[in-house]
């Protein structure tokens, strides 16, 4: 698949979950939405039923969301709590957004400059499957506070993205901490290692919880060690 393929694709399924969620109920039939699309400016194709069933599948399979049409009619999501403004969801959604307008003006240049994520994105995967397999991850982390390196194993909670920068909170595993969790920031981190060994999630730990009182990444609960400065923009941030 071509990347001009991809994006036409992307571009379709974000002007689909627009239009469902700008008309009002009982939602548009199909010939609205292809009156809707031949008048859409650089539209490609026509649109089909078979061709606005597939695009419902993808969008179910990349963002969770359920487009049906009871009777045949109505076109509507099922499950809009999905898109919540704290979902994964709405996070995911809006990063196709960005990617899809990128693409389409990349010709422009410096006229356009999204926030730049640290290089401690290469981890994401790692981290995701330790995180979806509980499995522990040994890494060698360079604190913010000293100059100082350590290798440290931990147990991985959540990963939050903060002002360009992604953390990591966990629990450091035979430390005098292991029972609070503790962030570490990603672009500070020299080397991760998923490790065989599972872990068993300590059930203390709400993350919707914790992050309620959060202010970014930084907690202000005594039991959480959330409070050390960042060097780099002199803010309360990291605890390593």
């Known amino acids: 698949m071509n990347n001009a393929f991809t994006l036409s694709q992307l571009k379709f399924d974000l002007w689909l ?3 469902l969620q700008i008309t009002p109920s009982p939602g548009p039939t199909l010939e609205e939405l292809q ?3 031949d008048a859409c400016p650089g539209h490609t194709g026509g649109l089909s039923r078979d061709r606005l069933t ?3 599948k ?3 399979l990349f963002l969770g969301l359920e ?3 009871p009777a045949r009619m109505h076109y509507r999501i099922m499950n809009p709590e999905v898109l919540a ?6 996070d995911l959604l809006k990063s196709i957004q960005n990617y899809a307008f990128l693409q389409e003006f990349k010709d422009l240049g410096d006229q356009i400059q999204p926030e730049q994520i640290e290089s401690g994105s290469r981890y994401l995967q790692q981290i995701g499957q330790a995180l979806r397999n509980k499995q522990k991850l040994d890494i060698t982390y360079h604190k913010f506070s000293d100059e100082k390196q350590y290798n440290v194993i931990i147990h991985p909670y959540c990963l939050k993205a903060d ?3 992604w953390y990591l909170f966990a629990s450091k595993e035979g430390s005098e901490h292991q029972d609070t969790l503790q962030c570490f920031a990603l672009d500070r981190t020299l080397r991760l ?3 065989p060994e599972t872990y068993v999630p300590n059930p203390a730990y709400d993350i919707s919880t914790y992050f309620r009182d959060c202010f970014g990444v930084w907690h202000d609960y005594e039991n959480y060690p959330v409070r050390d400065r960042d060097r780099k923009s002199g803010s309360a941030g990291m605890p390593d």
């Open 85 to 90: 403004l704290d979902s994964l969801a709405n």
């Open 67 to 69: 487009i049906m049409a």
């Open 193 to 195: 290692t998923i490790m």
């Open 35 to 37: 009156q809707r699309w």
């Open 163 to 165: 002002k360009g920068r």
């Open 17 to 19: 979950i627009e239009q």
């Open 58 to 60: 993808n969008i179910k």
């Open 54 to 56: 597939t695009h419902r």
